[in-house]
């Protein structure tokens, strides 16, 4: 059994495809391409495959992580090669490596994600104060929000601690910004940008303008071996 690694992103064409839908995709790509994925055992066996992250729908990205195990020895070049033939418009595999045993599990091995996302703010914001606005936001000791746990009961959690930086710079459009967001994984747990944002909206003045138009895009996701 060899163990590979390999990253992926996600452009504009496959931007709301759920993260069911991306997994079944990426099923049909390694039969199409004759990538020989062990199977689980048991009576329901299925593709020993994962992904670093669920991506949220909405989402594109430069810089995602899947692992599958293979039965047979298969060359990297040679299987991003058969993948990418494989693979729909919108998913394009860009890099490929095997593991030795004993490597992390992509999700424990989680660090950091640079996003950059567009979205449409209030009239007549500007820029000037929003970005002091910001740093007023960024200065709170701490940032309490209602999350759902794994039982499904609203909880507060205080997401101060995955926030390593925000920043915002104005659009081509006068009623757009763009806003740069680094975001920290500690164990294996994070915050979306969104929910930052609706905070930001919550705790300091209500500027974001939270709808199905907001462009959400992953830069870098850096794994603690890249850090």
Known sequence: MVKIHYQFKRSTPLR???????QRLFQRAFRRANIPVAYSQGFNPHLRMSFALAMSVGLTSDAEYGEVIVSTDIDVDTFIHRMNQALPKGLEIIAAK???EGVESLSASLYQSDYRIRIKVMPETDLNELAASVRMYLELPQILIQKRNKKGKYVQKNIRPFIESISVCADAEIDHV???MTLIYIEQ?????????????DQIRAVFVIDP???????KLLLKADA
Do not use: M, W, Y
């Not at 709301?16 to 991306?22: E, G, K, N, R």
């Not at 747990?189 to 909206?201: D, G, M, R, Y």
């Open 16 to 22: 709301f495809l759920s993260h069911l839908d991306q």
């Open 178 to 180: 763009n806003v740069k």
């Open 213 to 219: 138009t907001i462009e959400l895009h992953r830069e």
């Open 189 to 201: 747990q994070c915050v979306k940008p969104e929910q930052v944002l609706a905070s930001f909206n």
């Open 98 to 100: 095997i593991c030795g």
